[in-house]
């Protein structure tokens, strides 16, 4: 049997008032790569808090290594760290540091008696080639891609020679080839370094590429665990509706999503400017007010104070005319008219 780098019994977290884990059971073995998959906000980021130890549950065990993350004394809690790499979602580079700086920020804090600047910026560079980052220590993060800057930020999560990589959405806000590219790191990382690897993500094109196991996430627990062709094979609702993004299911009747997201269908948006009849009949307003035709039977109603037009808006309709005050003119022409034909 392998052995067990994680394991995680009962484990039971509510923040807020709501349960975001509940008894929740994981095993990740020595060596492979885990994919945790889930909707936006069903526990994945504050699973992996809890194994580097920035969380605590409420009840149940969280062993990384053999130590008991809940229970550890500070100083048990360091040593696991000092085992454990962790790629941050945004990368989280400091911006007042250089790119070298940034990545030998963990050796200056942990290994500066046994390192000295040449050591260091020695390692930093091999970090960098690891990454496929070649001249970029002197650069600022801010004149770095969304790509470069996470190959930055697992140059620093690798630095120190981890025998554990936590990643938590890799990939996100990348474009295709960025993703593609992360992708291939993270299984190069996994072949160069034999290291083992715990990734958290909702892109499943991503997921099925780099995984060994699949575990998703659903209602506080880890609901299925497989392999990528057994996530695909399944016939389980849940899972088929998570991997094939469909509105209506498990996940979002447990929710109530399903009804909102029926209701949104039922009633679109009209796309024509007279507007028509929602369900249940009452009238949609429309888009914007068709322009008045001459020679129309109807009035045009009142347009807006010209004042409160803004610049490249359309000119309004003119006002209505009050029929009184166009009888009173009209009578006016005619008595000026009968005095221009009276003799002199």
Do not use: W
């Not at 609901?223 to 509706?241: A, K, N, S």
């Amino acid at each position: 049997m392998p052995d067990i780098v994680i394991n995680i019994t009962d484990l039971n977290k509510n923040l807020g008032g709501k349960q975001i884990l509940n008894r929740l059971n994981l095993q990740v073995r020595k060596g492979e790569t885990f994919v945790i998959i889930g909707r936006s906000g069903s526990g994945k980021s504050v699973t992996l808090k809890h194994i580097v130890g920035l969380m605590r549950p409420d009840s149940g065990g969280c062993f990384v290594f053999g130590t008991d993350m809940a229970r550890a004394t500070r100083r048990d809690a360091e040593a696991v760290r000092n085992r454990i790499g962790y790629l941050f979602q945004s990368g989280a580079l400091l911006a007042s540091m250089s790119v070298g700086e940034n990545v030998s920020l963990p050796l200056r804090e942990h290994e500066s008696a046994k390192m000295d600047e040449d050591a260091i910026n020695r390692t930093v560079r091999e970090k960098l080639d690891l990454v496929d980052l070649d001249k970029v220590e002197e650069k600022m993060p801010g004149e770095l891609s969304g790509g470069m800057r996470k190959r930055v930020g697992l140059a620093r999560a690798i630095v120190r020679n981890p025998e554990l990589v936590l990643y938590d959405e890799p990939t996100s806000g990348l474009d295709p080839i960025g993703t593609a590219a992360i992708d291939d790191l993270i299984i190069s990382m996994k072949k160069k370094l034999k290291v083992t690897q715990v990734v958290v993500t909702h892109d499943m094109a991503s997921a099925r590429k780099i995984a060994d196991r699949i575990g998703l996430l659903f209602d506080g627990r880890i609901y299925f665990t497989g392999t990528p062709q057994d996530l695909d094979e399944t016939q389980d609702v849940v899972v088929h509706q998570f991997v094939h993004g469909e509105i209506a299911g498990p996940m979002t009747e447990k929710s109530g999503e399903t009804k909102r997201f029926r209701k949104m269908a039922d009633n679109p948006p009209s796309s024509q400017a007279g507007g028509g009849t929602r369900k249940g009949g009452a009238p949609e307003k429309p888009a914007s007010a068709p322009a008045p035709q001459a020679g129309a039977g109807t009035e045009p109603a009142a347009a807006p104070s010209p004042a409160s037009d803004g610049p490249g808006l359309p000119t309004p309709p003119p006002k209505a005319v009050d029929a009184k005050k166009q009888e009173e003119r009209q009578k006016k022409e005619e008595e000026g008219e009968k005095k221009g034909q009276e003799p002199a």
